[in-house]
Antibody, heavy 117, light 109 residues
């Protein structure tokens, strides 16, 4: 059974870059799934950030595209998120997830990232 | 930008039926998916491709589609079903652009 685990700093300064990694265990990142990032501000709904395939192909949310980079490291069986020029509005729980035929079928536990000086 | 609209809240007594709607212009052309999220937990997929149920999800969860509206139905609601529910789909731009609904809080009275 595939499991996902997010990791990264819980505090990022305004105007800085948020960096998170999602480790994939129990399966290969080179499977037929896409791998996504989703975030949820405190008390609010879910927002899709973007996704990557093991080949390196990516799709991003148009509203975040200018600030987002998602990459994959097949040797470490993990994928990563970078979000630049962050503000307080980027404070959220960040989830990584597996996407199979359009469904976010497996989720990590989530990691809280706060943007504050 | 594309939006999926859900009612903010639904209240239901134990044993009764809860219905949660999700409206979006592209739903006639795109599949819908439903997630349950309990406080402090990650979302869990409960319905995929409009009406299919993943293994391990109770039969009381079902989904349907009609035009620009999809519906999640919870039959014989139990206290453990109290949670936030989100629909999810994609816009019709041709490139994957996933969108989540506004979310519905289901309260079991």
């Amino acid at each position: 059974q595939v499991q996902l685990q997010e990791s990264g700093p819980g505090l990022v300064k305004p105007s800085g870059t948020l960096s998170l990694t999602c480790a994939v265990s129990g399966g290969s990142i080179s499977s037929s799934n896409w791998w996504s990032w989703v975030r949820q501000p405190p008390g609010k709904g879910l927002e899709w950030i973007g996704e990557i395939y093991h080949s390196g192909s990516t799709n991003y949310n148009p509203s975040l595209k200018s600030r987002v980079t998602i990459s994959v490291d097949k040797s470490k069986n993990q994928f990563s998120l970078k979000l630049s020029s962050v503000t307080a509005a980027d404070t959220a729980v960040y989830y990584c997830a597996s996407v199979t035929e359009g469904a976010f079928d497996i989720w990590g536990q989530g990691t809280m990232v706060t943007v504050s000086s | 930008s594309y939006e999926l609209t859900q009612p903010p809240s639904v209240s239901v007594s134990p044993g009764q039926t809860a219905r949660i709607t999700c409206s979006g212009d592209a739903l006639p052309k795109q599949y819908a998916y439903w997630y349950q999220q309990k406080p402090g937990q990650a979302p869990v997929l409960v319905i995929y491709k409009d009406s299919e149920r993943p293994s391990g999800i109770p039969e009381r969860f079902s989904g349907s589609s009609s035009g620009t509206t999809v519906t999640l139905t919870i039959s014989g609601v139990q206290a453990e079903d109290e949670a936030d529910y989100y629909c999810q789909s994609a816009d019709s731009s041709g490139t994957p652009n996933y969108v989540f609904g506004t979310g519905t809080k289901v309260t079991v009275l």
